[in-house]
């Protein structure tokens, strides 16, 4: 099974940064959480073709690129040779993709203890429209809609390790950043303080 430049490097890179990550303790980064819930749904949803080569037509960075990868990952050996390049190939099927409905979010989740700050729930929801023709003569030879939907909780501190330093999308504004961080505890301490004057000021 070969896959050509630059797929091979981009799945290179992100094979690697997944054992980096697991190794220092830390949680996948985003960029991984996308790669591998797209590379789960391309797995269980597409078929394939061992006689034929497939070419993924995307760019090689940002966001597509990423969801390309994942496509990638997810139907190696399902088709003889698999490639990431920009534009068609008369000589083998092309997949095209669409990515609806993104969304990737941070979200309050559950509490961590009396005075901190709950953790992170971080969620992925999107769909993918994929449509894969023959080159030779154009003939479609599938069309699927792929659901994707992940979501797990990480800590608070571990946010600027998995935020994407590249894409956008892929580094969301936490809840709790800036001065809203400090707001809960701050409104907790004021509650107990008002219950424990009036309890005194009452006696």
């Not at 790669?35 to 037509?57: F, M, P, T, W």
């Not at 994707?148 to 950043?177: C, F, M, Q, T, W």
Request: with cysteine; glycine share 8%.
């Amino acid at each position: 099974m070969l896959i050509d430049k630059p797929a091979h490097l981009i799945l290179i890179s992100s094979i690697s940064l997944c054992f980096t990550v697991s190794a220092s303790g830390q949680p996948l980064s985003n960029e991984q959480v996308v790669i591998s819930s797209v590379k789960d749904a391309a797995a269980n949803g597409l078929s394939g073709d061992s006689e034929n080569s497939l070419r993924i037509v995307s760019d090689e960075e940002g966001l597509q690129g990423i969801f390309a990868t994942g496509i990638a990952e997810g139907i190696i050996g399902k088709y003889a040779r698999v490639m990431i390049m920009p534009t068609e190939d008369s000589s083998a099927f092309n997949l095209n993709f669409d990515i609806l409905g993104f969304n990737f979010t941070y979200e309050k989740g559950s509490s961590r203890g009396f005075l901190k700050t709950k953790k992170i729930r971080r969620a992925l929801n999107c769909e993918l429209r994929i449509i894969v023709k023959s080159g030779a003569d154009g003939a479609l030879r599938e069309i699927k809609r792929l659901p994707i939907d992940y979501h797990d909780e990480v800590e608070p501190s571990s946010i600027k390790v998995i935020n994407s330093r590249i894409i956008p999308e892929l580094a969301p504004v936490a809840p709790g950043s800036g001065w809203s961080r400090f707001m809960e505890p701050s409104l907790v301490i004021a509650t107990v303080g008002a219950l424990v004057y009036l309890f005194f000021a009452n006696r």
